[in-house]
Nanobody, 115 residues
């Protein structure tokens, strides 16, 4: 089992920045994909940024150039630096971890961007 915990959400004005953190604990060896997803009210959950163990990263078009995903493999932690935030970035942000054929989700952290 892998336990996933996000932190760092909050309320910020448009144009501001936030940094989210996601820590995976428990049987956390052999984690090879860590990523961030978000779900806004009334919308489907969508991928925001994904990082593989081979240092490959992918971003949603809507966040390219504004968000940066990074990871500390020694700590089994992944971060999401969010800059130039927009009201449309408002959502619950979830961390997802992939290990040995199983996906694990965190409980989510709320990000609210005011205009």
């Amino acid at each position: 089992q892998v336990h996933v915990v996000e932190s760092g959400g909050g309320l910020v004005q448009a144009g501001g920045s936030l940094k989210l953190s996601c820590a995976a604990s428990g049987s956390s060896f052999s984690i090879n994909i860590m990523g961030w997803y978000r779900q806004a009210p009334g919308k489907q959950r969508e991928a925001v940024a994904v990082s593989t163990s081979g240092d490959s990263t992918n971003y949603a078009d809507s966040v390219k150039g504004r968000f940066t995903i990074s990871r500390d493999n020694a700590k089994n932690t992944v971060y999401l630096q969010m800059n130039s935030l927009k009201p449309e970035d408002t959502a619950v942000y979830y961390c997802r971890v992939f290990r040995l054929g199983v996906y694990y989700w965190g409980q989510g952290t709320q990000v609210t961007v005011s205009s």
